[in-house]
């Protein structure tokens, strides 16, 4: 039923031809080689997995699960493996660990793991306030429930873990896209980084991507209006800052559309534009005082100043562009 409806909308040429991104095809390739390691932690421990330990210390294994075996578990591994009872071989504690050796740095799906999927799609989106979503998701109905998860370490270490890898994907994208579809004060800082910097292959790209995502930039919150990276060496200059400290609560476009953290994307125009329609009505408005007036001025201007690095031919930037060159000209007067 999907072929016929996706047929139905598209030619089978138009499926067939279809540019797949990069990323999915690396995540194809890389599932597709790790899935025997998969399949064999999945395997029942009954009937061919059953005493598989001593099967594989004796020669007895099926072949394909022996040459896994042999490939990925270190020669220190299987010295400890030879040192043990025929009886310790049995225990889901030997075993455990050596399937954990097994399937080490693979992708696969548990239950924790598709909480982890779940915080950093959270993460990925335009939502504010993702507290209140995972707290939601998560069944933490109090306060209290609340503050006991993010205290304890280990749940603030994934915590951080989803956000270092939202932000080293985000920088990734970026470097592969060299810029493009990028507003924003962070993004002229990445692109002098690019002039600076020769990067000739993918994996070089993931380096510094990664580099930058732990070393150089400190946290990371989703607006409508695009991403806060708070970089360490500048977070005393973020415009929700209050005695030299970023309060991101304190988030808005008024704040955040002309802070040094700034990085929007094509995806944040529309809401923008939508955020500042009102604005522009009072920019227009010869009846609303000239103090308000100003702060609509600043949040226009750096709209206008995003869609257009964003999109040069975007239609709004006619009506943008007239009603602050009005506004600078009634002040001149």
């Not at 409806?5 to 067939?16: I, M, N, T």
């Not at 009954?46 to 210390?57: A, C, P, R, T, V």
């Not at 580099?211 to 806060?228: Q, R, S, T």
């Not at 609303?288 to 001025?297: E, G, L």
Request: glycine content about 4%; some cysteine; hydrophobic content about 35%.
């Amino acid at each position: 039923n999907e072929l016929e409806r996706l047929l139905s909308k598209h030619s089978e040429d138009h499926w067939g031809n279809l540019s797949v991104d990069i990323h999915l095809l690396e995540t194809w390739q890389k599932v597709r080689a790790e899935w025997p390691r998969i399949e064999l932690f999945f395997h029942n421990t009954s009937g061919d997995k059953k005493d598989w330990l001593i099967k594989y210390l004796e020669g007895n294994l099926l072949p394909a699960w022996t040459s896994l075996l042999d490939t990925y578990l270190s020669n220190k591994t299987k010295e400890w493996l030879r040192s043990l009872a025929k009886n310790d071989l049995k225990s889901l504690r030997v075993g455990r660990t050596v399937i954990d050796e097994l399937i080490d740095n693979t992708i696969y799906p548990t239950p924790h793991s598709f909480r982890h999927m779940w915080a950093e799609a959270v993460y990925r989106r335009f939502d504010g306030d993702v507290g209140w979503l995972i707290r939601s998701q998560f069944k933490h109905i109090s306060r209290t429930m609340w503050l006991a998860y993010i205290r304890d370490k280990d749940n603030r270490r994934g915590n951080q873990l989803v956000k270092s890898q939202v932000i080293s994907s985000l920088v990734y994208n970026y470097l592969r896209r060299n810029g493009e579809g990028y507003a924003g004060q962070v993004n002229t800082r990445l692109r002098r980084l690019l002039r600076s910097t020769s990067v000739l292959s993918h994996s070089e790209q993931e380096e510094l991507a990664e580099e930058l995502a732990f070393v150089e930039i400190e946290n990371i919150k989703a607006n409508p209006w695009g991403y806060c990276l708070l970089m360490r060496r500048t977070r005393s200059k973020a415009k929700c800052a209050e005695m030299n400290e970023p309060i991101p609560h304190n988030a808005s476009p008024d704040l955040c559309l002309g802070c040094i953290h700034n990085l929007m994307q094509t995806e944040n125009v529309e809401w923008s534009l939508f955020h500042a329609s009102s604005h522009l009505d009072a920019l227009k408005n010869p009846a609303v005082p000239a103090i308000f007036k100003s702060s609509s001025y600043e949040l226009v201007k750096n709209v206008t100043r995003h869609v257009r690095t964003l999109d040069a031919d975007h239609e709004a930037l006619h009506e943008l562009d007239t009603v602050l060159a009005n506004y600078k000209a009634s002040r001149a007067a």
